[in-house]
Every structure is written in structure tokens, then in C-alpha cells.
């Protein structure tokens, strides 16, 4: 395989965003820049799906979300972009934090949650469900401008007189996928800081799962064994071969977080079509 989309078998030919990131933005530092950079020249239409993930949107209309007290559960969107997941789970009754390392981007998302939170558009909610989730029991929603990788913004999601443990719910979908590979295990680590003890959970949309491992990003490639290297195994999540990836599966569980389920999500986005899935994670029990 060495297409960058799903089953097209032709040549790869770098994208836009490849080039972008390839002409200046290689290190792990020139990294953000690089994504500001996008940002501030209005090209997010470069990744940006125009709407929430219905994988996530399915799941969470599924059953009631846990969380450990009588309160709204707490959610983080690292990467957040546009907001569209944000808004989302705050229409679902969450308390949501959106996280980019952009204030360009921040800025345009507190733009986007203020007209949808206002008169939000159907495709926040899955067919039928809107009648679901009044809008008195909608949560709040906060953006914040930050580097995941740094902890200078995690005292904005602590409320006077309360100790910060940990978000119920923490979504991934392209955010993996945006960082250099040599990135992965602090991401992963990371991860295993922010989320809070059981029954929270971290949810990843998996992706691109289709695309080649030795190929650039972003998107860089990923698989089912690299999110469990990084999360569960203990290792740096860096393969250029399906073998390999495949193989960290059988690593004893060394890392933060153990694997609750990996479902192959019913609706996704077309761009993930066949391929999607969603792996559901939470703080290892001993
Ligand atoms: C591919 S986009 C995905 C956006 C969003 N998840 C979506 O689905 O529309 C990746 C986002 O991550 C942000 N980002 C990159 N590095 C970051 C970092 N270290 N901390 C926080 N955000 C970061 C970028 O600015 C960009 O908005």
C-alpha cells in the first residue's frame, strides 16, 4: 500500500498540508508553529470536516455518560481546531474544555460555539435525538489557547474551590495524527495524566488507519498497534511497517491506560469510511 486515501492503489503525491510542514515546520518545536502558521492564513480547510464526529455523537447518545460525582462530566477535546466535537458534547450536557495550540484557531471556535449554541444545526445530534437534550441541561463550554504537551492551561479547568482530578471524558479524532511520530509516547503520556480515575475514559477515533506507515504527514499513519504501544504497552508508538505495529499488540501492559473496547463505529466521517474505529481506554486497574 502506498496511497495516502483508502484503496485508490496510485502514486502518493504529497498534499498541501504535507508540503507546508515539510518546506519548515520538521521539528517537534516548529511543529505548533507550523499549525499556527495554517491558521492564521485562513487554510484550515485543509482538515477541517465541517461538522462533529457522528462516530462520537453515536456513543454518547448511546447510554448515560459516567461520571464520579453529581455533576456534569467533565470533558477535554485536545487539538480541538473548529470546536465542532466541543459544541457537541456541551449540547450533550458536558462540560467541555477545547484545547488548540492556535489562538487564531481558538478564536474561530468560540466564533462557531457561539452561533451553534445559539441555534445549534442538526447535525450535532443523531436522527431523532435532538428532543433528547434540552437545552437547560446543556453544559459549558470553554476554549482555551495551549500546547497539550505543556500544563500552563490545566488550572483553567479547575473551578474556584475545586481540586482538579482529571477529565471524565477525553477525545481524540486528528489529533495523534497531527503530531511528528517522535511525539507519540508524550502524547501518550500525557493522556494518562488528564484523564481521571475509572469509569473515565479517553475515546480515539482511530485514523488514517488505510494510509501507509512509511508515507509523511499529516495525516501521519497510524494502527490499532500504535495506539496501544503508546497507551498500554509502554512504547514509543513509532513503526514503518504493519508487521511491527501489528506485533506491539502482545506487549505486556506496561503503560497508563488499559483498552475497555475497540468498535467499529457505524457512522464516521467519508474520509475514514471502512477503516474508522473507535478505541475506548481508561486508567489501568491493578
Ligand atoms: C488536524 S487538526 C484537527 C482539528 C480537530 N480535531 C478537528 O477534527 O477538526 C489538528 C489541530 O491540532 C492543533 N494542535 C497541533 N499541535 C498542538 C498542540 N501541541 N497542542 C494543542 N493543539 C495542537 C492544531 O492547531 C490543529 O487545530
Known sequence: MTSNTPNSGEPFVPTKLIKHFQANHT?????????SALWDSQQNDLWDRGKPSPALIDLIESAPWPSRERRRPKALVPGCGKGYDVVMLALHGFDVYGLDVSPTGVETARAYAAKQLDAPLAHNYGEGNREKYPKDQRGEVTFMAGDFFKRDWEGKCVREGETFEGFDLIYDYTFLCALLPEMRRDWGRRMGELLGPQPAKLVCLEFPLYKDLKLPGPPWALREGIYYDVLAGGG??????DEAAQSALQRPNKGPLERVARIRPSRTYPQGEGTDHLGIWQVKSW
Not at 514509543?236 to 511497517?241: A, E, L, P, R, W
Open 236 to 241: 514509543t508508538g513509532v513503526f514503518d511497517n
Open 27 to 35: 521539528t517537534r518545536d516548529a511543529q505548533t508553529s507550523g499549525w
